[in-house]
């Protein structure tokens, strides 16, 4: 019988991390871990697997095209009298951190304090095409705050994750803000029909790409009727990117838009710009949407300068925990590209601040055991000291051993000879 040749490389859309970009994550991890404390939020964790009925509940977007189902074990699997996909399958790989958290909030509501703060970190996964700096395997990094009907929360989460991409020598970047009822209020006021929406916010999504004159051709295309069409781009025509294209939208949608909405967002607005402690913009744009179709009020991206697409987004999704529950909870949270600027940090060869020296000792061959035993003891004292010390034995090629060893940090390389 021939045997099966093993293969080297990881499965499509997953990655093996070098320990340089290990080192990195770890210290991502960690700040982000500190940063995100001082905010006062918790470190929780969710299994990697979820039921296929909450990850397939209509409120991933197109993710739920993505996931990576489970089929069932055991005695419970019966491939030869299934009829349908249900009959074989009972659970998938997560394809985001938001759903796992609603449903860990309402199985352990009782148990959490009101309002709830959650740090959650860990690798979710979605059959999606790989391209740079997006995998089938990611690590995922959300803050979360459940039980604030407030927009204390949106301020919140803005304030703590712009202080942290602050802190990873980010200083060019931007917070896009909007909010899923001013979209909707603005199709409202074009003519859309309600159960349009989502078409035209797909179309909308794509401003950025295609302009707004390609926006009015794929609106058309859809069958909308012209006069709509152009009532709609005639706003985003009109409206500003800042303080003022909220109080222009405020005014020309009243009577389709609640005013506090428009009023709360300029004082989300203001309020980050009086206390923010980092270098950014925070700017009102009336074309983001985000994919996510749980989003119910505010949402917001974060860009950084000389990166195409976000490295960081999420809003308010009040309606989400309350499919578990059947109970109203208000709720809103910020995810940052863990992957993303990973990448980026590795990519300007960012170096870790602080972090310890590293000392390579070169051991010769046949080194007598008393010798040997003086250099672990010498090892051991540097490393008590705050010192990285890694013990090698010394090779034929000594020259390159030592550029190896200097290519990976290490500052001081020490020869003992018997």
């Known amino acids: 019988m021939r045997q099966m040749s093993l293969k080297k490389k990881p499965v499509t859309g997953m990655k093996d991390i070098t320990p340089r970009e290990m080192e990195i994550r770890d210290y991502v991890i960690g700040l982000i871990k500190e940063t995100y404390g001082k905010f006062g939020f918790s470190s929780i964790e969710t299994p990697c697997v979820e039921h296929i009925e909450n990850l397939s509940s209509k409120q991933g977007g197109e993710n739920e095209k993505l996931i990576f189902k489970i089929l069932k074990r055991g005695e419970k699997l019966k491939l030869e009298t299934a009829q349908c996909e249900a009959d074989l399958v009972d659970g998938g790989l997560r394809y985001d951190l938001t759903v796992p958290l609603s449903r860990y909030y309402s199985n352990n509501a009782n148990e959490l304090p009101a309002p709830f703060k959650a740090l959650q970190m860990g690798n979710v996964w979605r059959a999606d095409?790989?391209?740079?700096?997006?995998?089938?395997?990611?690590?995922?990094?959300?803050?979360?705050?459940?039980?604030?009907?407030?927009?204390?929360?949106?301020?919140?989460?803005?304030?703590?994750?712009?202080?942290?991409?602050?802190?990873?020598?980010?200083?060019?970047?931007?917070?896009?803000?909007?909010?899923?009822?001013?979209?909707?209020?603005?199709?409202?006021?074009?003519?859309?029909?309600?159960?349009?929406?989502?078409?035209?916010?797909?179309?909308?999504?794509?401003m950025d790409k295609i302009g707004l004159e390609g926006v009015a051709q794929e609106l058309k295309k859809e069958g909308f009727a012209e006069e709509a069409v152009q009532t709609y781009l005639g706003l985003f025509e009109k409206v500003t990117g800042d303080l003022a294209g909220v109080r222009f939208l405020r005014q020309t949608l009243a009577g389709v838009l609640e005013e506090s909405v428009a009023a709360d967002l300029e004082t989300i607005i203001e309020s980050v710009e009086a206390v923010k402690n980092a270098?950014?913009?925070?700017?009102?744009?009336?074309?983001?949407?985000?994919?996510?179709?749980?989003?119910?009020?505010?949402?917001?991206?974060?860009s950084i300068d000389g990166f195409g697409g976000s490295v960081g987004g999420g809003g308010r999704y009040d309606e989400m925990i309350g499919r578990f529950t059947g109970n109203p909870t208000p709720a809103c949270g910020f995810s940052i590209g863990f992957e993303r600027i990973v990448m980026l940090l590795l990519e300007k060869?960012?170096?870790?601040?602080?972090?310890?020296?590293?000392?390579?000792?070169?051991?010769?061959?046949?080194?007598?055991?008393?010798?040997?035993?003086?250099?672990?003891?010498?090892?051991?004292?540097?490393?008590?000291?705050?010192?990285?010390?890694s013990m090698n034995m010394m090779k034929k090629n000594k020259k390159f051993q030592k550029e190896q060893l200097a290519s990976e940090g290490y500052t001081e390389i020490v020869e003992f000879f018997k």
């Open 349 to 389: 060869d960012f170096q870790i601040p602080g972090k310890a020296e590293k000392t390579a000792f070169l051991i010769e061959k046949g080194m007598p055991e008393d010798k040997l035993l003086d250099v672990f003891r010498e090892a051991e004292k540097r490393r008590a000291e705050g010192v990285c010390v």
């Open 279 to 302: 270098k950014f913009n925070i700017v009102f744009d009336p074309t983001l949407v985000r994919g996510m179709s749980y989003y119910t009020g505010p949402i917001f991206e974060i």
């Open 129 to 206: 095409r790989p391209q740079r700096g997006r995998y089938r395997q990611f690590m995922q990094c959300d803050i979360d705050i459940l039980g604030e009907p407030s927009i204390l929360a949106e301020i919140e989460l803005i304030l703590a994750t712009s202080t942290l991409v602050g802190k990873l020598d980010f200083e060019n970047f931007t917070i896009r803000i909007n909010d899923r009822r001013i979209l909707k209020a603005m199709a409202a006021y074009s003519g859309f029909a309600p159960e349009s929406y989502d078409t035209v916010f797909i179309i909308l999504d794509k």
